[in-house]
């Protein structure tokens, strides 16, 4: 899709740095998602893939660079480690469109998978309980556990949870997915269940950040795969050429390893 003024990136992230006190642990990352883009961030563990999808939704604060959505950018205030989002209700809107699912489920263990699906569309986009009741049961049946509305969190196999989540997340209407390692608490089996989901939303031309350590996955869904090293872009491209002909001699040894594993 061509970007232009009018029809800019869903999601973009411009020379991004983040520090923990006196270790900076992202150095200077930029990514674009367009509408319907899948874009896939792999690396090695400590790399900073997850820190960076936490950034772009606002849940860590990065000390430089820019955070847009849509064209527009967070408003910041104050330099440094002392830099936070100037608007509370700009923050809302954006995480709001941008729902993020979790590598641990993150369900409420005190309501059914219907309740838990419902919450968020009732309290924060203030939407009519009935409407918002059919829309989630409209969810759990594309996730394919319509029939766990009543159960509890407890009562589901681990798949069946992200399952929840997912539905949980897509109830919020969002512009974007992000996914942190979607399925790394799974077995294998149930690991199966999830991926088949993501591919499903991936073919409907849903706009996703994915951070995965699943490069079948990666390789299945992604428009674009980016290589984290470091804190740094090692290397990107479609997975054709990412997986097919690595260049850095970092992700020949990354993708031997996992090949391996």
Not at 224 to 250: D, M, T
Request: with cysteine; net charge negative.
């Amino acid at each position: 899709m061509n970007v232009t003024e009018t029809n800019p990136p869903v999601i973009e992230i411009r020379d991004l740095h983040k520090s923990y006190g006196d270790l900076e642990v992202i150095k200077g990352v930029d990514i674009a998602a367009n509408a319907g883009d899948v874009v896939s961030l792999i690396g090695s563990s400590g790399s900073g893939k997850s820190t960076i999808l936490r950034c772009a939704n606002l849940l860590e604060d990065s000390q430089q660079g820019d955070i847009l959505f849509k064209g527009e950018a967070v408003h910041w205030r104050g330099h440094g480690l002392h830099r936070h989002p100037a608007d509370k209700h700009q923050v809302i809107r954006m995480r709001t469109n941008l729902s993020m699912v979790f590598q641990q489920f993150n369900l409420w263990s005190h309501m059914s998978i219907l309740q838990n699906v419902m919450e968020a569309p009732v309290t924060v986009l203030g939407r009519d309980k009935a409407e918002a009741e059919a829309a989630a049961r409209k969810y759990l049946d594309k996730v394919g556990i319509g029939d766990k509305c009543d159960a509890w969190p407890a009562q589901l196999s681990g798949g069946q949870q992200q399952r929840a989540a997912i539905a949980r997340a897509l109830a919020m209407e969002p512009e974007a997915l992000l996914f942190d390692e979607p399925t790394s608490a799974l077995d294998p089996e149930l690991e199966q269940e999830v991926v088949k989901v993501i591919k499903d939303l991936a073919n409907e031309g849903r706009t996703m950040l994915l951070v995965t350590h699943d490069m079948r996955l990666a390789a299945d869904v992604s428009d674009n795969v980016i290589f984290l090293h470091q804190g740094k872009i090692e290397e990107q491209g479609p997975p054709a050429e990412l997986f097919g002909n690595p260049k850095s001699e970092r992700l020949q040894q990354f993708l031997s390893a996992t090949v391996s594993d």
